[in-house]
T-cell receptor, first 111, second 117 residues
Framework: RKEVEQDPGPFNVPEGATVAFNCTYS??????FFWYRQDCRKEPKLLMS???SGNEDGRFTAQLNRASQYISLLIRDSKLSDSATYLC????????????FGKGTHLIIQP | NAGVTQTPKFRVLKTGQSMTLLCAQD?????MYWYRQDPGMGLRLIHY???????AKGEVPDGYNVSRLKKQNFLLGLESAAPSQTSVYFC????????????????FGEGSRLTVL
């Protein structure tokens, strides 16, 4: 089983709809979880952290399910500008050896 | 504030040629990283550095060398380029001395697109 798995999509969603996608991870000792956003031909940028209690930032909600070992990202009232690839990041322990990224879920918001 | 700057942004090489990618950051970050991104493979860590004069191997280090002679610069070298090294290369740096796993935040450069013929 791969360390981090995401459905590559694309998810085609009409503007204004709610969309959600998950990221599953294999290491039960994983401690920190994040979502990154990457626009076409651009660099990845941190979107939000995922806390055990879940967290919300405007239209975006991130949740963690430790029992089933997945994190989720929900986008409400989707905008055209939300079209991007969303990368999940799962880490375990401390250390400087970078972050391991999922391969990303491609989201297309259609007018 | 320029952040993380990569040069060159585009380069075409012939098999066997050598080249160096330069990453410069002006944020006084300790940790720096080189990733490559390929379709269907996602981002993979090549090498990283936890400070001036130190480097370490990542997930896919073969065929690459790195140097961190100055804190603000992290160089990625290809001694003999191969078509398999055709990719988009991203440099990144980390704000906290404790590493990126605490905040999850890596600051990326805009990427360097390398084609090896």
């Amino acid at each position: 089983r791969k360390e981090v798995e995401q459905d590559p999509g694309p998810f085609n969603v009409p503007e204004g709809a709610t969309v959600a996608f998950n990221c599953t991870y294999s290491n039960s000792a994983s401690q920190s979880f994040f979502w990154y956003r990457q626009d076409c031909r651009k660099e990845p940028k941190l979107l939000m952290s995922v806390y055990s209690s879940g967290n919300e930032d405007g239209r975006f909600t991130a949740q963690l399910n430790r029992a089933s070992q997945y994190i989720s990202l929900l986008i409400r009232d989707s905008k055209l500008s939300d079209s991007a690839t969303y990368l999940c990041v799962v880490t375990s322990g401390g250390g400087a050896d970078g972050l391991t990224f999922g391969k990303g879920t491609h989201l297309i918001i259609q007018p | 504030n320029a952040g993380v700057t990569q040069t060159p942004k585009f380069r075409v090489l012939k098999t066997g040629q050598s080249m160096t990618l330069l990453c410069a950051q002006d944020m006084n970050h300790e940790y720096m990283y080189w990733y490559r991104q390929d379709p269907g493979m996602g981002l993979r860590l090549i090498h990283y550095s936890v400070g001036e004069g130190t480097t370490a191997k990542g997930e896919v280090p073969d065929g690459y060398n790195v140097s961190r002679l100055k804190k603000q610069n992290f160089l990625l070298g290809l001694e003999s380029a191969a078509p398999s090294q055709t990719s988009v290369y991203f440099c990144a740096s980390c704000l906290l001395a404790g590493g990126p796993r605490s905040t999850g935040e890596l600051f990326f450069g805009e990427g360097s697109r390398l084609t090896v013929l």
